[in-house]
């Protein structure tokens, strides 16, 4: 569904069943992790959720996904930011639910705030490397999954803030935990240090 103007894709998205696309120009509302929000000018960005079957790497498969999409030197700051030149290019927002997953995906295109990157690439050419690299990626082995996203990581091998607590991130668990000096984390806002 291609809509003009939304308060975000994932409110449209949440009362649609599995397999829906929801992409739009605009979002009145559009939010990120802890209820940031997520704005842009009309048109300047990737906007889009997936209905999805519920899955337990969904983050990191499509972390992965969206990174493939974009093309090299895109990187991955767990748990849901793609950095390019180290600057926040996008970010991924997933809603768990019983019956399905809700994977919203923001990518900064013609337009980015101030400190963050852009992406010049034709929106309708993303989209659909995206949506086949999140096909790919939602199908395949949790350990391939998790091994493509240490591949493309920005924050394994680093010296991390999550939340008050500062450490080297040394790995992500099998459920795509981050590991800081030997403490796995399920949650947090990560500062590269």
Not at 46 to 51: A, G, H, M, N, Q
Not at 100 to 121: D, H, M, Q, S, Y
Request: glycine share 10%; proline share 7%; aromatic share 4%.
């Amino acid at each position: 569904m291609r809509l003009g103007s939304v308060t975000s894709t994932q409110d449209v998205a949440r009362a649609m069943p599995v397999g829906s696309i929801v992409i739009a120009d605009h979002q009145t509302a559009g939010r990120g992790r802890h209820e940031r929000r997520w704005d842009a000018p009309p048109g300047t960005s990737l906007l889009v959720s997936f209905v999805l079957p519920p899955h337990p790497l969904l983050s990191l498969a499509a972390g992965v996904a969206a990174a493939e999409a974009c093309g090299q030197p895109v990187r991955l700051k767990w748990p849901n930011d793609l950095l390019l030149d180290g600057r926040k290019l996008g970010g991924i927002l997933v809603e768990a639910m019983p019956e399905k997953a809700i994977c919203g995906v923001g990518i900064n295109l013609t337009w980015a705030p101030e400190g963050a990157a852009r992406l010049a690439r034709p929106r309708d050419e993303l989209f659909e490397a995206l949506r086949d690299q999140l096909d790919q990626w939602t199908a395949a082995p949790e350990d391939q999954i998790l091994g493509r996203w240490r591949a493309l990581s920005a924050t394994l091998g680093r010296r991390v803030r999550i939340d008050s607590t500062e450490g080297l991130a040394e790995d992500i668990g099998p459920r795509g935990e981050l590991i800081v000096d030997g403490v796995a984390y399920v949650a947090g806002s990560v500062t590269h240090l």
